[in-house]
């Protein structure tokens, strides 16, 4: 099955979403469906359809946001890089598209470089938050959503980030 939305490029909530299955799921879902669904919000639908178009004004908004997004994940992708490559401390995903990086640190370190942010000011998600009931066998998996700080603030937020990181590693490893 396949799900998708446009509740993040439109607005939070409203968003109209599809789902693609093969037929056997299909109709496996409509089964179920029928007692989960009151009815569509036609009206919203309606929104979306005369503000996008069709395809080429999804497009076109979607350059919109990347024209936005993009310096904030330049600036994450800058940080890792100039500052954890290469240590043994950290990988990270380089997305093209999306709204997180997933950042995967020296396993029993996650909550501790959390904690250290935190009080050093910044939060993050929580650690484990990528994981069924945020529960991460490893303790490594953090998610940095860059969408919402100004680029200059979040250039800060990410030297913390990897200042944390590293503390988080070097006492783990120090035992």
């Known amino acids: 099955m396949m799900f998708t939305s446009t509740s993040k490029i439109s607005f939070p909530g ?10 056997k799921n ?7 469906m029928t007692v989960q669904t009151i009815g569509y919000d036609k009206m919203n ?3 979306h359809v005369k503000f996008f178009g069709d395809l080429t004004g999804i497009q076109a908004h979607m350059e ?13 992708e800058k940080a890792l890089s100039q500052e954890l490559a290469g240590k043994g401390i950290a990988t990270w995903t ?8 997933s950042v995967d ?4 370190t996650a909550k501790e470089t959390v904690r250290l942010l935190k009080e050093a000011g910044v939060v993050l998600t929580g650690a484990g938050a990528t994981y069924p009931y945020g529960n991460d066998p490893q303790d490594s998996t ?4 860059p969408s919402y700080p100004p680029v200059a603030e ?4 990410m030297a913390l980030f990897c200042v944390c990181a590293e503390l988080a590693a070097v006492n783990k490893l120090l035992g």
Do not use: C, W
């Not at 409203?14 to 037929?23: E, K, W």
């Not at 299909?26 to 179920?32: E, G, L, S, T």
């Not at 919109?64 to 994450?76: C, D, G, K, N």
């Not at 380089?94 to 990086?101: E, I, R």
């Open 94 to 101: 380089t997305p093209n598209g999306g709204y997180f990086v």
């Open 64 to 76: 919109l946001h990347a024209a936005v997004l993009r310096p904030r994940f330049e600036a994450v």
């Open 142 to 145: 953090l998610r940095i959503a």
């Open 105 to 108: 640190l020296l396993p029993g």
């Open 14 to 23: 409203a968003g109209v979403g599809a789902m693609a299955a093969s037929p």
């Open 154 to 157: 979040l250039e800060v937020a």
């Open 45 to 47: 639908m309606l929104r």
């Open 26 to 32: 299909i109709a496996d879902v409509q089964k179920r």
